[in-house]
């Protein structure tokens, strides 16, 4: 099974600042079709998880623009330009690339 | 408006069984593989099992095998998940999920499983 390793785990942050969340997959995600699966999803406390971008950088409907995902292979980034208070929750990437789907261990925004 | 209104999960016993249902409305349900995910204080987030449109492929993670069955009626525009011989590492809550490309776009609200004696 591919392992998501998520860096940070916790990551207070000043309103208005950036912040950035790493992650690493144990193989590449590249999958036979030559698309990298790879979604970043937010969970904010009491909700579901929400999808926020995938296929590494592709905003989904309704995510602001200061979210935005990069990387390829096995690392990818998550970036918030300017952190706002609703953004608070745990970040989770995840891969679909290969069975089974697999996700990251979450990292908690919070504010400082 | 996309909805994926879930029902179904509560209280069983270790070794007994439970059904999930996932009632969806907004979108062409025959028209879209369905997802379920699971949420456990020992795992974290875990993919449960994939079904493609007509049913007629199953994907499963390898603890669910044989264990647990996806399923889903079309004319209904409904999803299950039959879960038997449960464990305490079952429990947790379970999420209906719409998969486009594999992005799990829509999430449905969850529905709690506890398993206890």
């Known amino acids: 099974d591919i392992v998501m390793t998520q860096t940070p785990l916790s990551s207070p942050v000043t309103l208005g600042q950036p912040a950035s969340i790493s992650c690493r997959s144990s193989?590449?995600?590249?999958?036979?079709?030559?698309?990298?699966?790879f979604n970043w999803l937010q969970q904010r406390p009491g909700q579901p998880p929400r999808l926020l971008i995938y296929?590494?950088?592709n905003r989904f409907s309704g995510v602001p623009d200061r979210f935005s995902g990069s990387g390829a292979g096995t690392d990818f980034t998550l970036e918030i330009s300017r952190v706002e208070a609703e953004d608070v929750g745990i970040y989770y990437c995840?891969?679909?690339?290969?069975?089974?789907?697999?996700f990251g261990q979450g990292t908690k925004v919070e504010i400082k | 408006e996309v909805q994926l209104v879930q029902s179904g999960g509560g209280v069983v016993q270790p070794g007994g069984s439970l059904r999930l249902s996932c009632e969806a409305s907004?979108?062409?349900?025959?028209?879209?593989?369905m997802t379920w995910v699971r949420q456990t204080p020992g795992k974290g987030l875990e993919w449960v099992a994939n079904?493609?449109?007509?049913?007629?492929?199953?994907q499963y993670v390898r603890s669910a095998e044989g264990r647990f069955t996806i399923s889903r009626d079309n004319a209904k525009n409904s999803l299950y998940l039959q879960m038997t011989s449960l464990s305490p590492e079952d429990a947790g809550v379970y999420y209906c999920?719409?998969?486009?490309?594999?992005?799990?776009?829509?999430w449905g609200q969850g529905t709690l499983v506890t398993v206890s004696s």
């Open positions: 995840m891969q679909a690339s290969q069975l089974p789907w697999t």
């Open positions: 999920v719409r998969p486009p490309a594999r992005a799990l776009d829509y």
């Open positions: 907004g979108f062409t349900f025959s028209g879209y593989w």
């Open positions: 296929e590494i950088s």
């Open positions: 193989q590449s995600l590249v999958s036979s079709d030559g698309t990298t699966y």
């Open positions: 079904i493609n449109r007509d049913g007629s492929a199953k």
